[in-house]
């Protein structure tokens, strides 16, 4: 309450006193006592009205508060002074003291603007009281004067009255001047901060508007000067203090508009009849007449007159207006395409047209001359989003990029961006999540700076659409997830054919390693022993289940896995065949190497090991964990487990009693086990076996296949042959080394130290069966007795 003030009390009583003071002189006592009454009520409304909890609420410093007081307060004294009689000395200087306090309160009130926030910091300059220490001086020189003729002094006698109402002229013509060029010089130097801008243009308007109603007035000798001209001063002042603290800036823009019809039609109007009526004092009545059907008329026709005053005349706010009225409509689509398509009569240039640029996804929307909405991909500048938050009305203008590239290096890529498309302001989209996008207005030919009217209209209109821009965007990434995924369908489709083209390729491949290993298996296997002894490797390859070969020395392990793998489920998968006799598959690390491990190699083929008793025992462990890993089904490949073919010399439970083969290994392997036959129970495959190896070791070396004479393949089919197919290969290769002839001859085997031992006839109490089985193994005739 302006009650509890004591700075309100103190101006009341200095109010009252002149009133009271002028109750003696003056012509009707019932007018200071009018003041006596009103002019209190006057003060207490402005106190009420500048006393705020928070005077930061309204954007205004305790500092413009207080200036507003001292202001209304010189207001008052001049009026209180000028309550009594005319030409008194010590009225006019009290009246000058009023001038002077509301005169210099309002250029304070000026200096004291705040900044709405954003990059753009004002000057300190602007915050100068070297306009009010000008005003000061001036009115210190007018309220020196009458105020020395008024106490007495013995120079005061000779101070001419006429010096005091020059003095008075001056100061408030000066003052006057003060007030244009300070706001002037602020209109300069804060032009592009939004919210301050408006005051000040107010506030030079309203200066100039006093000047012009005043000083012609004055100059016309409608009343005196020392009179007018502090009259025309005061309310320029008090004008001025209301622009500078008025709660909405907006306020002062209307305003404003109407200030300069009125100075465009009332100000010649009232200056034309009042020097009519001062000219023609006889037609007083009649011209007193006109003049308030001419000022019937301007109240009219102002608000007309007014409409084209607005900035960019009224165009930006107009096609605003029409996007927040287009941005109603419930399609999202058509609403952003109506909103853009109101915003191109901010425009005169077809070329230049609006933006919408959405975040996620990154594009641009934007209307063509027909109307069709345009979709592009753009992404935007890394920084324009946390600048325009900062930003008043979250908008980021390209002429407060521009003041700043010299100060904030940081700055000039964005502005840059911004002058490559001719961009005059960027304001952000926001919904509940943070922003999605942003509004970019071309500048096209706009040369003046965005007011606070266009700004808070355009992010009105961005809270309007944050809406249509989420459910579009919201729609365009659903498409663009559907033309993802189609185009990804296509892709994968391609892909799958052309692996599979692979992996039938890759099958063949692994088959025909496999085969070829086989290949000397099932090359001659023409005895029973052979072939019942493939149709269980064979049917326990089908199975799946890890298969147990006990091998004799010199049988061919690898070969006979090889069929196991040919049957297997895994058949088009690799065949990994290993040595667990060699060193360098003794090192466990190389077993849990997942890319140089046996079993990763193996995997979706067979992993054949040869002599697996030989490996170290954590290394069988190892084995038979990842084993039982690979078999267990419902992972997550679709590749089907590595097959595992063991070859042992002996059982597994002798093995594993004889601590050779651990028991992880031997529950592994179960009871899937094959005995393979030696080559001596495979009589009736050795013819194939011999013409088979002696064919393709003279096709290696001769070019055409090498035969065997009918003496020297008798010679092998009496041999025991106790290493088996390693023997018969190594031997079958020698001979053809030393052969001579297109066939291998007995003395061939011979020379490379093949011989028989001899086996004496059996006793005579021996089965014809068993003589038969006997003389079978006997060696030829030829060679008996050596």
């Known amino acids: 309450m302006p009650f509890r003030r004591r700075s309100y009390w103190l101006a009341v009583a200095a109010v009252a006193y002149v009133c009271f003071g002028a109750l003696p002189s003056a012509d009707q006592p019932i007018v200071p006592l009018l003041g006596v009454l009103l002019l209190p009520i006057w003060l207490a409304e402005v ?36 309550l009594g009689a005319s030409g008194r000395a010590g009225y006019d200087a009290i009246a000058n003291l009023g001038t ?20 753009l910091a004002p000057s300190p300059s602007t915050r100068s009281l070297d306009a009010a220490a000008f005003a000061g001086l001036l009115w210190g020189i007018a309220v020196a004067l009458p105020a020395t003729r008024a106490l007495g002094a013995p120079r005061g006698a000779f101070i001419d009255p006429l ?24 209109r300069v130097q804060r032009r592009l901060e939004i919210g301050v801008i408006d005051r000040i243009s107010g506030a030079f308007a309203l200066a100039l508007t006093a000047a012009f109603v005043s000083v012609p007035a004055a100059a016309a000798d409608i009343a005196p000067p020392d009179r007018l001209l502090p009259i025309g001063l005061i309310v320029g002042a008090l004008a001025c203090t209301w622009a500078a603290t008025a709660r909405e800036p907006t306020t002062v823009a209307v305003a404003l508009r109407g200030v300069l019809a009125v100075m465009i039609l009332g100000v010649p109007t009232a200056l034309l009849v009042g020097v009519a009526a001062r000219a023609f004092p006889v037609h007083a009545g009649p011209i007193a007449l006109v003049g308030c059907a001419l000022a019937i008329a301007t109240g009219v026709v102002a608000r007309d007159v007014a409409r084209p005053l607005g900035p960019e005349q009224s165009r930006w706010l107009e096609a605003i207006d029409k996007a927040s009225h287009g941005a109603l409509q419930p399609d999202p689509d058509a609403a952003i395409r109506a909103a853009l398509a109101a915003l191109e009569a901010t425009q005169r240039e077809p070329g230049e047209k609006p933006e919408l640029w959405r975040l996620a996804p990154e594009e641009v929307l934007s209307v063509d001359v027909a109307g069709y909405l345009h979709v592009t991909k753009s992404k935007a500048p890394e920084r324009l989003i946390t600048m325009a938050l900062g930003e008043p009305e979250r908008t980021l203008r390209a002429d407060v990029l521009k003041a700043l590239e010299v100060r904030k290096p940081e700055v000039r890529s964005l502005l840059a961006w911004f002058e490559s498309r001719n961009a005059f302001s960027a304001t952000v989209v926001l919904d509940e999540e943070g922003p999605i996008g942003f509004l970019l207005l071309p500048r096209g030919n706009r040369k003046k700076p965005m007011t606070l009217e266009e700004a808070r209209a355009i992010r009105v209109l961005t809270d309007r659409i944050s809406a249509l821009i989420a459910v579009s965007s919201a729609l365009a990434r659903s498409r663009e997830r559907e033309l993802q995924a189609t185009s990804k369908a296509v892709y994968l489709d391609s ?41 269980a490797v064979r049917n326990l390859g089908r199975s799946g289940v890890p298969l147990t070969l006990v091998t004799p020395p010199g049988v061919d392990a690898a070969g006979w896995g090889a069929v196991a793998h040919l049957a297997s489920p895994t058949r088009n998968g690799p065949l990994v065949v290993v040595d667990g006799a060699s060193g360098i598959e003794h090192d466990e690390a190389k077993w849990q190497d997942p890319e140089r491990s046996p079993l990763a190699l193996a995997d979706g083929g067979t992993l054949v090991i040869v002599d697996a008793a030989a490996l170290p025992l954590p290394v069988q462990d190892q084995i038979a964990l990842s084993i039982g890993r690979r078999i267990t089904p419902g992972g997550p490949s679709n590749v089907p487990p590595a097959s595992l073919v063991v070859s042992l010399r002996h059982p597994t439970s002798l093995l594993a009693d004889a601590g050779r083969l651990s028991r992880a290994l031997t529950t592994r392997l179960g009871d899937a086990s ?54 018969l290969a190594s031997l079958l290769s020698r001979a053809a080394d030393v052969a001579t002839g297109p066939a ?11 011989g028989a031992v001899f ?19 006997r060696p030829a005739r030829s060679l008996r007795g050596r």
Not at 100 to 119: D, F, N, Q, Y
Request: proline share 7%.
């Open 47 to 82: 106190w009420r009205r500048t006393v705020v909890a928070d005077p930061f609420e309204r954007r205004i410093e305790p500092a413009a508060l207080s200036a507003v007081r001292a202001c209304h307060f010189g207001a008052a004294l001049w009026v209180a002074a000028r």
């Open 744 to 754: 291998v001859t007995a003395m061939d085997l011979h020379s490379v130290g093949f």
């Open 759 to 777: 086996i004496p006839p059996p006793p005579p109490s021996a089965s014809p069966t068993e003589s038969r089985r006997r003389r079978s193994t």
């Open 100 to 119: 002077a306090i509301s005169t210099i309160g309002a250029l304070v009130a000026l200096a004291r603007l705040p900044s709405r926030g954003g990059m």
């Open 495 to 535: 892909e799958r054919v052309r692996l599979e083209r692979i992996i039938d390729r890759g099958a063949g491949r692994h088959r025909g390693f496999a085969e070829l290993v086989a290949r000397p298996i099932l090359a001659a296997a023409y005895s029973p022993a052979a072939r019942f002894t493939i149709d």
């Open 163 to 186: 010096a005091i109402d020059y003095a008075t002229t001056t100061a408030s013509l000066g003052s006057l001047l003060v007030f244009i060029a300070a706001t002037f010089r602020l």
């Open 674 to 727: 094959v005995s393979l036959p030696p080559l001596a129970a495979r009589a009736e495959d050795l013819r194939g076996l011999v013409l088979d190896r002696l064919a393709a070791a003279g096709v290696r070396g001769r070019g055409k296949p090498l035969g065997i004479q009918a003496e020297a393949l008798a010679l092998l089919l009496e041999y025991e042959w106790p290493g088996n197919d390693l023997e």
